[in-house]
């Protein structure tokens, strides 16, 4: 088993021959002012230090060529929703005169200043990683083409391709006094077009590059390699909107097309709800998806070589300052370049893999099912090392159960396809009682949950859409089953959404359980969730907005108690961002109280650690890798009785007071010991895809040490769990 950092065992020696040392420099430590601000990181700041660590991804020569352009595509998803949503915010301060600084000191207009500077940085260097992968990707056969490069025989090809499927799909929009200025959708991909009339009359044009087709187009039939031939087939490329602006004069005849621009836009994409005034909240959301491309305008991306006269006309017409645009000396959307990365290339891809099928579930026990494996023992599901479909088939085999009277699930992300969902539908189809929580404020999954919740309702599921004012963010499933005269209680409880795709590129923890405590628990949240229960002392849950605060802050200051009275105080939390300033002034005082405190955050951290006399003893690190860290694990040393605590929440207000979240207890030793050594231990020993936070919230590789070996905490686990299920398959069978 890995074991890559001191166990509590190992770091008790040394921490008795220090304490009498730690007592004597703590008395000397003067006070600090825990809210002064130079002890905050911004957080968009945080969240753009996060965008360079994808950046870093794609830069890393380790990674396979097309995963190096993914992380470009990733990298500009990230910043597009940056803008919707946390700039578009900021914009919105300003525009309404707020000045209050933050925990940090900086202002609206401030935090806006140097996020434009950070993200300038980011988009030139991003725009250089690109170029530097052209040669590679040729030397691969793979060719992205600028429309002046091609032959006269590729022109040609592309002339068809734009004939017949492009120019049915444009729609050219003119600008003059009798036509107004055409709306320009968010994230759209746009030309600007100067065109003259024979009379000389110059007029503006937008044309949009349809989003509906192919980001890339062909140069070459796609044929399959002849039986024995070795390599990859040449695939040439060129960008659409270059294949659009190279045939415009088919969209004006008789006109002159004089010159053409692209432009990208974004706007502000955050709902904004009024739940105390909406009647019919499914409605209101649905109303406010279709609002949402008629924000106002936040960014507005253009080519270096955007002539002024062009310009102007976009920066008045879009009502934008000087500040939101930004001039490119590339491709204006870097999300496209998902395109090239969907290719049939696996040689330049990281290795296909089958997630294994947790341990528990594969002993070899004769006829049993998954409810009497879930009764022996609860079981541990770590994806995407090992697989979601025990969820699913737990679920299918709920819906079919003749013995299941009822199931009930809270659903945030579930994707377009979801298997759990159809499970629901066969339920009622069993006459069976079936509950759903579906959550229409997921931000951008809005569409989707509205469609599946509306075939729900019609199916005749109890649907609930959320609670007035709070998102429903937990990841919770209840099975009730008749068996032999009583009734039993199955729990699903998770980090992650019930979404079987995300479930193969995120890494999450999920817990099968009928542990009884648990199951009252969960049992009494669906009906505060569906009802009006006012229930608040639950028994093992550590529930948003009702305990979890008062409850976590109550553990912390145990370790801080522990280290106080001479004992070994440590903390080990995993999650995506730490935020919430009540709680980093709770660790602040833990690290002054010499409780050791290793934080692994994937993404914001407002916390500046190895501050003297602050946070000398918290080290925090950041991994990104092949999937994206989701999981939240929450170690309390606790004096040698360990607690560990996982669930939906990050510390952040918004999880802690604004959305219902669960965290939930790991009490089985054997499932303790896993997590504590075999996967937080693993993270924490992790020296390849780690980077170290610095007092001053950047990031450096962490180093791997005299000796030791170069550790993927993501590739060990998931070869440990593939290795783990081989050796169990010698002799068991699947249990489904």
């Known amino acids: 088993m890995a074991n890559h950092h001191a166990t509590p065992a190992k770091e008790a020696k040394s921490a008795a021959r220090g304490e009498a040392r730690k007592e004597e420099s703590a008395a000397a430590v003067p006070a600090i002012d825990l809210d002064d601000p130079s002890l905050y990181l911004n957080r968009e700041l945080s969240l753009l230090a996060f965008q360079q660590r994808v950046l870093e991804e794609a830069l890393d020569e380790s990674n396979p060529l097309l995963e190096r352009l993914k992380f470009l595509a990733i990298l500009g998803s990230n910043l597009d929703e940056f803008f919707m949503v946390r700039v578009a915010a900021l914009a919105a301060q300003v525009d309404a005169g707020t000045l209050e600084a933050g925990p940090d000191g900086l202002s609206p207009r401030a935090q806006l200043v140097a996020i434009r500077k950070e993200v300038k940085r980011l988009l030139k260097e991003a725009h250089t990683c690109l170029q530097s992968l052209m040669p590679a990707l040729k030397e691969q056969g793979i060719f992205i083409h600028d429309y002046l490069e091609l032959t006269e025989a590729q022109k040609e090809k592309a002339r068809h391709y734009f004939e017949e499927t492009v120019f049915p799909v444009l729609t050219p929009l003119a600008f003059d006094p009798g036509r107004p200025f055409p709306h320009i959708s968010n994230l759209s991909l746009n030309l600007a077009v100067l065109i003259q009339d024979r009379q000389g009359n110059q007029r503006f044009a937008r044309v949009k590059v349809p989003d509906s087709l192919p980001q890339f187009v062909s140069l070459n039939a796609v044929t399959k390699l002849k039986p024995g031939k070795m390599g990859p087939k040449r695939i ?16 004006f005849p008789g006109m002159e097309v004089l010159e053409s621009h692209p432009f990208h836009v974004t706007r502000d994409a955050d709902i904004s709800i009024k739940e105390l005034e909406a009647e019919d909240l499914l409605e209101t959301i649905e109303e406010g998806v279709r609002q949402r491309r008629f924000g106002s305008v936040v960014r507005l991306i253009v080519t270096q070589d955007m002539p002024p006269h062009v310009l102007e006309i976009l920066v008045s017409n879009l009502e934008l300052s000087a500040g939101d ?34 341990p528990a579930l594969l002993e070899d026990v004769d006829d049993e099912d998954v409810f009497a494996t879930i009764r022996r023992g609860p079981v541990m599901l770590h994806h995407p090392f090992e697989s979601f479909q025990p969820v699913i088939d737990l679920m299918r085999k709920a819906a079919r159960d003749p013995a299941v009277l009822a199931m009930k699930i809270c659903l945030y992300r579930v994707g377009r396809n979801a298997p759990v969902v159809e499970a629901l539908l066969d339920a009622i189809d069993e006459d069976k009682q079936v509950a759903a929580l579906v959550e229409l404020k997921a931000r951008f999954d809005e569409e989707s949950n509205i469609v599946w919740a509306r075939a729900l ?15 429903i963010h937990s990841k919770i499933a209840l099975v009730v089953r008749r068996e032999a005269g009583r009734m039993e209680r199955y729990v699903h409880l998770s980090t992650g959404n019930y979404n079987a795709v995300t479930a193969h590129l995120y890494t999450d923890l999920g817990m099968l359980t009928c542990n009884e405590d648990i199951a009252d628990d969960v049992t009494n949240l669906f009906n505060y969730l569906t009802g009006y229960s006012a229930k608040s002392d639950y028994k093992k849950l550590l529930i948003a907005p009702l305990n979890l605060r008062a409850r976590f802050e109550a553990l912390v200051e145990r370790e801080i108690r522990q280290a106080r009275d001479g004992k070994i105080g440590h903390l080990i939390f995993k999650m995506n961002a730490l935020v919430d300033v009540p709680l980093i002034r709770k660790l602040y005082r833990a690290s002054q109280a010499g409780v050791k405190i290793q934080l692994i955050v994937r993404g914001i951290c407002c916390l500046r650690p190895g501050v003297p006399g602050v946070s000398d003893n918290i ?15 929450f170690y309390f040393r606790n004096g040698g009785a360990e607690e560990i605590y996982v669930g939906s929440a990050d510390l952040m207000p918004r999880n802690i007071d604004h959305r219902v979240e669960v965290l939930f207890p790991v009490e089985d030793r054997a499932l303790v010991e896993r997590l504590r050594d075999q996967i937080l231990s693993t993270y924490l020993g992790d020296n390849v895809k780690s980077r170290l936070m610095l007092a001053n919230g950047s990031y450096s590789r962490k180093p791997p040490g005299d000796g030791k070996k170069r550790l993927n905490s993501q590739e060990y686990l998931l070869k440990e769990r593939a290795a783990l299920a081989k050796r169990m398959n010698g002799s068991a069978k699947r249990i489904v």
Do not use: C, N
Not at 339 to 354: G, I
């Open 457 to 471: 309702e019609k199916a005749g599921v109890h649907v609930v859409y959320g609670l007035l004012g709070l998102k």
């Open 236 to 251: 040439d490329l060129i960008w659409l909107d270059q294949v659009v602006a190279a045939h415009l004069a088919a969209l």
């Open 619 to 633: 080290e925090v690190i950041s991994i990104v890798g092949r999937f994206l860290e989701h999981s939240r694990i």
């Open 325 to 358: 645009v930004y001039r490119v000396g590339g491709p204006l959307s870097f999300k496209r370049l998902m395109d090239v990365y969907q290719l049939e290339r696996p040689d330049l891809k990281d290795p296909a893999f089958v997630p294994a099928t947790p």
